[in-house]
């Protein structure tokens, strides 16, 4: 369907751990030709709170491993996310993580970057569900004592959560997005990796 719309595949994840990425990643066949993903990142100095490791996020690290930057507070899709329309026009995958960040109310918000690529490009969506990888510490990370692992849902095409066009309509592209993350909260919630709360919110479960 892809090679048919002559765009690339857009994954969506929720973001759970800094690791999600190479979760994400680590999951796609090899062979695919769907590979390689492009990841979706902050700029480097929205990682400065995270102290000696920020030399680790964001810069040429991060383009070395194909993470390239959304340049926010824009309120311009087009602007914040140029680098991600073109690599999908090119028929090349990219990821984007849905909430823009790793959440304290996990599975609540979901920016409209995922909305906008998927209006403007045409491109299909392949909602990504990281479970396991919330609250992971680095002793466990290397302990290989948690079981974490991408799971994905159903193909979904972007005319059927917002409207694709050239004259983007950022609500619609906000709608979507939601639409996104309703999918990804289903497969979370089958998998057993979250639940929902009384008051509507969602937590993830560590198993």
């Not at 062979?31 to 709170?49: D, L, N, S, W």
């Not at 970057?113 to 491109?123: E, M, N, Q």
């Not at 089958?190 to 479960?205: F, H, L, M, P, V």
Request: charged content about 25%; aromatic content about 10%.
């Amino acid at each position: 369907m892809a090679k048919e719309r002559g765009v690339g595949i857009l994954f969506v994840s929720n973001h759970t751990n800094e690791i999600d990425p190479f979760v994400v990643g680590l999951n796609v066949p090899r062979r695919a030709p769907i590979i390689p993903i492009y990841a979706v990142a902050r700029v480097k100095e929205r990682y400065k709170h995270y102290g000696t490791a920020s030399m680790f996020f964001g810069g040429r690290l991060f383009w070395a491993g194909g993470s390239y930057p959304a340049l926010q507070g824009l309120r311009d899709y087009s602007k914040a996310l140029p680098f991600h329309e073109t690599v999908l026009k090119r028929g090349r995958s990219v990821l984007i993580f849905l909430e823009g960040g790793i959440s304290d109310a996990p599975l609540t918000i979901a920016k409209g970057g995922a909305g906008y690529l998927a209006a403007k490009t045409r491109a299909i969506i392949l909602p990504v569900a990281v479970c396991g990888a919330s609250n992971l510490p680095a002793r466990e990370l290397f302990a290989g004592k948690r079981r974490f692992f991408a799971s994905y849902g159903k193909p979904i095409l972007p005319e059927s959560i917002c409207k694709v066009s050239n004259d983007i309509d950022p609500e619609s592209c906000k709608d979507g997005s939601r639409r996104i993350l309703e999918s990804i909260r289903a497969i979370l919630v089958s998998e057993g990796y979250a639940t929902e709360n009384q008051d509507g919110t969602y937590r993830y479960i560590v198993r």
